[in-house]
């Protein structure tokens, strides 16, 4: 079991963007599935972006358009490129490997 660790959380204007990164020793695009998922203060955790071993990936309809995960192979990492960003997308940020979570990094979007 890989154990993801996340970076690149941040405070953010409304329409700003960040991009987070998730990395874990060894190999992991070995693991499926690659996710991010988020969970906002008094809400359950939710699923945000999910990449499968094939590549194909798969979104949370709040974040259609806005948001895009990817992965580096050569960088051992997989990406969540935030544009667009709202006050409702502020939360804590979990990566996903296979069955292993990260610690999670805070986003915080002000108005």
């Known amino acids: 079991q890989v154990q993801p660790v996340e970076s690149g959380g941040g405070l953010v204007q409304a329409g700003g963007s960040l991009r987070l990164s998730c990395t874990a020793s060894?190999?992991?695009?070995?693991?499926?599935?690659m996710a991010w998922y988020r969970q906002a203060p008094g809400n359950q955790r939710e699923l945000v972006a999910l990449?499968?071993?094939?590549?194909?990936?798969n979104y949370a309809d709040s974040v259609k358009g806005r948001f895009t995960i990817s992965g580096d192979n050569a960088k051992n990492t997989v990406y969540l490129q935030m544009n667009s960003l709202k006050p409702e997308d502020t939360a804590v940020y979990y990566c996903?490997?296979?069955?292993?979570w990260g610690q999670g990094t805070q986003v915080t979007v002000s108005s």
């Open positions: 996903r490997l296979g069955q292993g």
């Open positions: 060894g190999s992991i695009f070995s693991v499926s599935p």
């Open positions: 990449i499968d071993i094939r590549g194909i990936t």
